[in-house]
């Protein structure tokens, strides 16, 4: 199963742009990539996911490069809102119930 | 709100005592995973059911068991509960069996042992 490595925590100011990069060096080749947020107490949300390049969607953009070691999500303009621990989930197809959390990036957005 | 339903929101037991984590998952949505996140360990994938079967097992305990049943619902037993099994304890609903489609989590039940 691919482990994944995150930064463990981030600031920004309102109204930057974050990216923050997982890598995945043991992604196999069903396997998808998945990013998750989660608020204190609450249940992580589902943000985005891909398989390879780029996917975007009202709330972020998943930039995957060709070798899909690595991942790069990315938030335009954070608020303060956004301050949340942001994870990385690879797995997917035979192995999905197996998908891996890591340890998150603590994303904290000061205004 | 997701549309997952865990009961009781919070439980507090005594150790070596048996407790059922109960899940709804969403509408329509055939599978189940259980995940347990503690202080020290984060998220740790546990088990997943689909309409009704054992889909994957994760890390979970041999004290630890889970059901779906023909409504889909699902219920996490645990027994002969020790301190270290205080954690919040999520269940996550899907629609299709693999991990290539959003995953919806329920709000948690925290579990406390004293």
Redesign the interface.
Known sequence: LAKTTQPISMDSYEGQEVNITCSHNNIATND?I?WYQQFP??????II?GYKTKVTNEVASLFIPADRKSSTLSLPRVSLSDTAVY?C?V??????????????TTLTVKP | DSGVTQTPKHLITATGQRVTLRCSPRSGDLSVYWYQQSLDQGLQFLIQYYNGEERAKGNILERFSAQQFPDLHSELNLSSLELGDSALYFCASSTHPDGNTEAFFGQGTRLTVV
Do not use: E, I, V
């Open positions: 998808y998945t107490s609450q249940g992580p949300r589902f996911q994870y989930l797995g997917g197809g035979t192995n999905a119930g197996k998908s891996t959390f890591g340890d998150g």
